[in-house]
């Protein structure tokens, strides 16, 4: 039987929920303040005087990865695929995991590297480059709109507060404690961050299977929704698949990932990003699961991404609620600094500094990073206000994008023989041809046409190019 919830049908009221947010925000800052003040030069603030240690690594790891994609779209996926949305979301794992070699090489050859765009840059030139610009930075828009929307529909959800209310507070406490502490801040507040995730998911699957059990949920769901149950439902099928791909495009290409494996310590970054892809495995699913419950519960949420706090909220009541509160909003925020402060340095380092003021001082660096993250926040908030997509619809949308960097990457780092024009074609073609199935045939197979089409131009690249690439060119000290 439900617990009681709030008048209005909100298992938290809404200065419960304003509080939260208040005295987490109060803490963040407070926080993000003290670790930034031995922050020095802008490679301190950039990336945390590249001396990160297997504890922070790994937590930072798994914390990043557990966002709004796994605690708001893993539900939402499961309500509209069944076992295959939540077992498929799981398989991003295998981004983490599957980067854990690729970080050791990234940091063998670059290493006074600052962003995944120097990489691009010095192994295949300024045409591909400037694609790889642009995808990186309608990929990061995608995710930063997606998790201030996430702040929203949270404090909307479980207290019934106006969802611009809580768009907007993530946004200014993210934005301030980053702005703060550099990558040093976001690291240390995603080490404790990852520990209330952890604690806290598994609190939420106990408390569900003490109220309600699993045998009611799976009997509803065989009689009413039989489709979620089934292992050959095709649309889920391809959403395995094409998950897969997105998430190893969005991790190899991402600089939010690149500029951690410049970060830590040598031989730390494949420790740290294989114990962080096994530790994120398990957490889709628990988080997914939940969604199942929705229909035995007579929970039909208006949007399919509100489904998982509305079940727990509907079944736990006030204690299950802030559980759920607290989970999701340090998800959010150990995502949403991450993305802050590595968007800002590609800012920084690919548009102001390679573009516009090559001699810049380190000086003139560490205001312009800082600037941006002011600038990136306001942009985010100015596109959340509308509320413009449903968090998967936002989030698959940039998976065309992001496919189309896989092949060119991998190869790239391990194969001297590929040119920079095969390159830039492999990644503008392979977006192309997923935006094109994006909108034709669904989002379940936009990632996977660009990673196809993507691979077919550089399988073809491999076999025409005559080219040798020199690996020491990447070290940009050395080379200028």
């Known amino acids: 039987m439900p617990n009681s919830l709030e008048p209005g049908g909100f ?108 990489f691009i840059r010095l192994r295949y030139g300024h045409w591909a480059w400037r694609i790889f610009i642009f995808i990186s930075l309608v990929y990061a828009m995608g995710w930063l709109i ?14 019934g507060l106006d969802y611009h209310i809580g768009m907007t ?74 998950n897969v791909f997105f998430g190893l495009g969005e991790i190899f290409h991402s600089n939010v990932w690149w500029s951690r494996a410049l970060a830590f310590r040598k031989k730390v970054a494949f420790k740290a990003f294989l114990l962080g892809g096994i530790l994120w495995l398990p957490i889709p699913i628990v ?42 909003f340090s998800a959010l925020a150990s995502s949403l600094d991450s993305l802050l402060a590595a968007t800002s340095d590609f800012v920084t380092r690919d548009l102001y500094q390679k573009h516009l003021r090559p001699t810049a001082s380190d000086t003139t660096l560490l205001k312009v990073n800082r600037r941006s993250i002011i600038g990136l ?41 590929l040119a920079g024009k095969w390159a830039a074609w492999a990644m503008a073609l392979g977006t192309i041809v997923g935006l094109t199935f994006y909108f034709v045939v669904g989002f379940y197979v936009a990632a996977l046409s660009s990673c196809a089409v993507s691979g077919l131009i550089t399988w073809l690249g491999l076999k025409q190019s005559k080219t040798h690439f020199n690996w020491s060119a990447l070290n940009e000290e050395e080379s200028l």
């Not at 699957?205 to 095709?234: R, Y």
């Not at 985010?380 to 698959?396: E, K, S, V």
């Open 377 to 417: 926040g306001l942009v985010t908030w100015l596109f959340c206000l509308p509320q413009i997509a449903t968090l998967g619809a936002l989030l698959n949308f940039t998976g065309a994008f992001v496919a189309s960097t896989i092949w060119p990457i991998v190869v790239g780092l391990y194969n001297p023989r």
């Open 169 to 242: 507070a993530i946004l200014f406490i993210c934005v301030t404690y980053t702005l703060f502490g550099g990558l040093k801040a976001v690291i240390a507040t995603d080490f404790i961050q990852a520990i209330i995730i952890i604690i806290g998911i598994v609190l939420v699957a106990f408390l569900l299977l003490s109220n309600s059990g699993l045998e009611p949920i799976h009997s509803h769901v065989s009689v009413e929704h039989p489709q979620l149950l089934s292992l050959l439902f095709p649309a889920a099928i391809m959403f395995l698949f094409n």
């Open 11 to 118: 298992a938290l009221n809404s200065t419960i929920g304003l509080s939260i947010v208040v005295v987490f925000g109060i803490v963040w800052i407070v926080f993000g303040w003290f670790i930034g003040r031995s922050n020095k030069t802008h490679e301190d603030f950039a990336l945390a005087g590249r001396n990160v240690g297997f504890a922070f690594a790994t937590a930072t790891a798994m914390a990043t990865w557990v966002t709004s994609n796994t605690t708001l779209v893993a539900p939402e996926l499961t309500y509209q695929f069944g076992i295959w949305g939540m077992v498929g979301y799981s398989f991003a794992a295998l981004g983490l995991i599957l980067f854990a070699p690729l970080s050791s090489r990234i940091r063998e050859l670059l290493p006074q590297g600052y962003t995944s765009g120097d």
């Open 287 to 328: 988080a997914g699961f939940v969604a199942l419950a929705a229909p035995q519960l007579g929970i039909f949420p208006p949007s399919p991404d509100m489904v998982g706090p509305s079940v727990a909220a509907h079944v736990l009541g006030t204690f299950g609620a802030v559980v759920v509160f607290v989970v999701v």
């Open 146 to 159: 997606s998790l201030g929307m996430a702040g929203g529909i949270l404090l909307q959800a479980l207290s």
